[in-house]
């Protein structure tokens, strides 16, 4: 499976994105289809934050032109 280096989103610093990765979310594509409101709480952080990051993952994604918005690949 592929890995995105989702340190490329404002605000995913390494600490966070390992988290992320602890959870499962490897890739934009993943991130942005994620439910935000269990992320957020997963993650202690405010939904504010988890909806501008995966704002950011799904342009990422369609940027890229990869994965076509599946959180699977």
């Known amino acids: 499976m592929r890995v995105d280096d989702l340190e490329r989103i404002v605000g995913i610093g390494p600490v ?10 490897l890739t934009f594509a993943q991130l942005a289809a994620a439910d935000g409101a269990g992320l ?20 990422l994604n369609a940027e890229c032109g990869i994965g076509e918005g599946r959180a699977d690949e």
């Not at 966070?16 to 979310?25: H, S, T």
């Not at 957020?40 to 342009?59: H, I, S, T």
């Open 40 to 59: 957020a709480a997963a993650l202690g952080c405010g939904l504010w934050a988890v909806a501008g990051w995966q704002g950011k993952a799904a342009a």
């Open 16 to 25: 966070r994105e390992q988290q992320l990765y602890e959870l499962g979310i």
